[in-house]
Nanobody, 129 residues
Framework: QVQLLESGGGLVQAGGSLRLSCAAS????????MGWFRQAPGKEREFVAA??????????FYADSVKGRFTISRDNANNTVYLQMNSLRPEDTAVYYC????????????????????WGQGTQVTVSS
């Protein structure tokens, strides 16, 4: 089991940057595929980015809406996954959640929230115009 805690959200002007962090408990962090999702008011939770567990090669994936602006990374030594968000837009405003899973079909279904077994409590990101 793993517990997740997001941080780094806040209020930023359009065009600005934020870096979200997700700290995980447990000694098997490197065995988990990690994802970032977001949910805006009145909307469904949507996929943002995901990164594979470390061995043998890291594979990042991105939603089309954030590709080229957001970067997902992980630091297994510190049990943390990051989401660097640049060129932020008002439509990026949402609560951002990190999630973890060990499921073997992750490479085919990484964008599906139902695939992830563990979730953080979320961190608010607000982008003003």
């Amino acid at each position: 089991q793993v517990q997740l805690l997001e941080s780094g959200g806040g209020l930023v002007q359009a065009g600005g940057s934020l870096r979200l962090s997700c700290a995980a408990s447990g000694r098997t962090f490197s065995s988990y595929h990690m994802g970032w999702f977001r949910q805006a008011p009145g909307k469904e939770r949507e996929f943002v980015a995901a990164i594979s567990r470390s061995a043998p090669t890291l594979y990042p994936f991105y939603a089309d809406s954030v590709k080229g602006r957001f970067t997902i990374s992980r630091d297994n030594a510190n049990n943390t996954v990051y989401l660097q968000m640049n060129s932020l837009r008002p439509e990026d405003t949402a609560v951002y959640y990190c999630a973890a899973t060990m499921r073997a079909n992750w490479y085919q279904l990484f964008a599906r929230s139902g695939l992830y077994d563990y979730w953080g409590q979320g961190t608010q990101v607000t982008v003003s115009s």
